[in-house]
């Protein structure tokens, strides 16, 4: 039986919205509506790994669990493996999900479906896709696709062989919308940290392709659609929109 730990990391020096885990949605920080999917899912439970003191102190305010980490570390994951160590330093959780703090209306059921493919014990990371449904979609560099196949109609899971923010693959068939949600079996989180950033990674700018690079294997789980993400003004804005119609249903 495998125990998860939910880490959310968040800073505040995002390049393209600086100060984005406090940007307000519906009244509220980002991050607070990330943190509060987390923990309706039921998963485990949920610390935010804040890179700032006003990160924490919103989420410490609000009734969350946070830590601080450092400041200048090179990655997301780095920050959740920190963050993990500080709460956790017996390794009671053997599951680490690293989800990202940008997705608000994130649905809660989809934090179970992504460790799904650690049923498979050959699996060392589980992720989500979503269908790709537009050509706009599939041509954004912002949307990652994978490559992977899924067998029969209800086949859960399948291995992912590729990302890219290119089409891929080629040909007739679906494509998949990669969705960042990750989980960790922790000692392939404690490796991948390990490892210098790869050839492939910094090419992409996707940090999964250091995983497959160095042998490690991820599996894929399909949801319905893609989580509404921000990463611009633009984003912030649409996620706005749709998170007061919400509150107006």
Request: aromatic content about 4%.
């Amino acid at each position: 039986m495998i125990r998860p730990l939910i880490v959310i990391p968040a800073r505040m020096g995002s390049s393209r919205l600086p100060g984005k885990p406090l940007a307000d949605i519906a009244g509220r920080p980002m991050i607070l509506h990330v943190a509060e999917r987390a923990r309706v899912s039921g998963v485990g439970p949920v610390v935010v790994a804040a890179a700032e003191e006003d990160i924490a102190a919103v989420v410490r305010h609000a009734g969350y669990e946070a830590v601080l980490t450092a400041p200048d570390l090179p990655s997301g994951s780095d920050r959740v493996l920190e963050a993990a160590r500080i709460v956790d330093p017996e390794e009671t959780h053997d599951v680490i999900i690293n989800l990202q703090g940008d997705l608000p209306l994130l649905r809660p059921r989809d934090l179970y479906r992504a460790l799904l493919p650690l049923q498979d014990e050959a699996v060392d990371i589980g992720t989500l896709v979503a269908p790709v449904t537009s050509e706009e979609e599939a041509a954004a560099e912002s949307v990652v696709k994978t490559a992977c196949s899924f067998g029969p109609e209800d086949e859960e899971c399948a291995r992912a062989l590729y990302f890219s923010r290119n089409i891929i693959p080629w040909g007739q068939g679906p494509l998949w919308h990669h969705v960042g949600i990750y989980a960790w079996r922790r000692t392939a989180l404690n490796r991948f940290v390990s490892l210098t950033p790869s050839g492939l990674e910094q090419r992409e700018k996707l940090e999964q392709l250091r995983a497959l690079e160095a042998g490690m294997t991820i599996g894929c789980a399909r949801i319905a659609d893609a989580p509404l993400g921000v990463d611009t003004p633009a984003d912030l804005e649409h996620v706005r929109r749709v998170a007061e119609e919400e509150g107006r249903s």
